[in-house]
């Protein structure tokens, strides 16, 4: 099992930019791939984009363009990040980061979470 860790939500004005952390912790951590998930009041959870063990990223179509996923590698820990733009009031959400075992598209198989961090942008 691994542990999640998000960090970086905050509130922002239509426009802006908000850069989330994931940090990745545990035993076999290198061996899982990430994504980015959110979720809106009275909305299902929706992915947002992932990264495998390759840094292949993926993304959805509602944010390609404007996200960036990345990762790097710290002592015993892998840090993910999603860099977001041109954020919009759609954006408003809990985001969560979660990891699967690795796979080349990383958009299923999610079992481990973290415990979120909130995004509000105002119009």
């Known amino acids: 099992q691994v542990q999640l860790v998000e960090s970086g939500g905050g509130s922002v004005q239509a426009g802006g930019s908000l850069r989330l952390s994931c940090v990745i912790s545990?035993?076999?951590?290198?061996?899982?791939?990430v994504g980015w998930f959110r979720q809106a009041p009275g909305k299902q959870r929706e992915w947002v984009s992932s990264i495998n063990t390759d840094g292949r990223t993926t993304y959805a179509e509602s944010v390609r363009g404007r996200f960036t996923i990345s990762k790097d590698n710290a002592e015993n820990t892998l840090n993910v990040y999603m860099s977001m733009d041109s954020l919009n009031a759609e954006d408003t959400a809990m985001y969560y980061c979660a990891a699967a075992p690795n796979r080349p598209d990383c958009t299923s198989g999610f079992s481990q979470w973290g415990q979120g961090t909130q995004v509000t942008v105002s119009s």
């Open positions: 545990g035993r076999t951590y290198w061996t899982y791939c």
